[in-house]
C-alpha cells in the first residue's frame, strides 16, 4: 500500500513539473519574441507609410491636397506593402508562431483579389493570392484601405470601418489557434 501511494505521488509531482515547463515555454515565447518586420524594400521594423509619394505628388504649391487624385492613384498602384503597413499598424507584430499550428495568416479580400500575408522568421511577406492555412480574413475595398493609409489613426480607422460594415473580419481558425498565436487581442480591439 505504501508502494501504491508513493507511485501516485511520483505521478503527480512529474505532472506538476511538466505544466510549470510548458507555461515556462508559452511564456518565453510571448515575452522574448523577436519583432516583426515587413519583407520589402529593406526589412527594417520601421516603414515608411506607402502613400506618402502619392501624397507629396498630388499636393500644390499652396499646401493643397487633391484628395480624391491620391485616392485614386492609390487605387491603381496598390500592392503588397499597402497591406504590410495596414496589417502593422493593426499589430500583427504582436503574433507568433504556434509550435501546434504554425504560422500566423492573415487574408486579405480586396476588391476581388485575394492576397494573404504570412509571419514567417519574425518577418511578414505579403503574395497575391489565397493561402489554405488562413487564420484570419479582411474584406474590404482597395478604397477603404487607401483611406485608411491616410488616415491619421489606423487603427481607429479601421475599428470604424469594421463598425460601420464597410471592413468584414472572420474567424477562420477556432479560437484555441488564434489565442495561441495571439490574434484574439487584436481582433478583439477591432470589434469592440
Given amino acids: 500500500m505504501i508502494k501504491k501511494g508513493m507511485g501516485k505521488i511520483w505521478v503527480v509531482t512529474i505532472v ?3 505544466i510549470i515547463l510548458m507555461i515556462g515555454l508559452a511564456t518565453s515565447f510571448i515575452f522574448f519574441k523577436k519583432p516583426v518586420k515587413s519583407s520589402g524594400n529593406g526589412g527594417g521594423t520601421v516603414i515608411e507609410n506607402p502613400m506618402k509619394q502619392i501624397v507629396i505628388k498630388n499636393t500644390n504649391s499652396a499646401g493643397e491636397i487633391n484628395q480624391q487624385a491620391v485616392i485614386d492613384e492609390g ?3 496598390f500592392n503588397s506593402e499597402y497591406i504590410n503597413y495596414i496589417l502593422l ?10 509550435i501546434i499550428f504554425g504560422n500566423p495568416v492573415v487574408e486579405l479580400t480586396l476588391d476581388s ?3 494573404s500575408s504570412e509571419i514567417k522568421n519574425n518577418a511578414l511577406y505579403t503574395v497575391l493570392g489565397a493561402n489554405d492555412n488562413s487564420d484570419l480574413k479582411i474584406t474590404m475595398s482597395k ?5 485608411a493609409l491616410l488616415s491619421s489613426d489606423i487603427k481607429q480607422f479601421m475599428k ?3 463598425s460601420n ?6 474567424m477562420i481558425a477556432g479560437k484555441p489557434e488564434l489565442l495561441a498565436k495571439g490574434y484574439l487581442d487584436m481582433y478583439n480591439k477591432l470589434k469592440s
Fill in 16 to 18: 506538476f513539473i511538466l
Fill in 75 to 77: 487605387i491603381k498602384e
Fill in 89 to 98: 499598424a493593426l499589430g500583427i507584430g504582436n503574433l507568433q508562431k504556434s
Fill in 113 to 115: 483579389q485575394v492576397w
Fill in 143 to 147: 478604397q477603404e484601405a487607401v483611406k
Fill in 160 to 162: 470604424d470601418s469594421v
Fill in 165 to 170: 460594415g464597410n471592413t468584414k473580419i472572420e
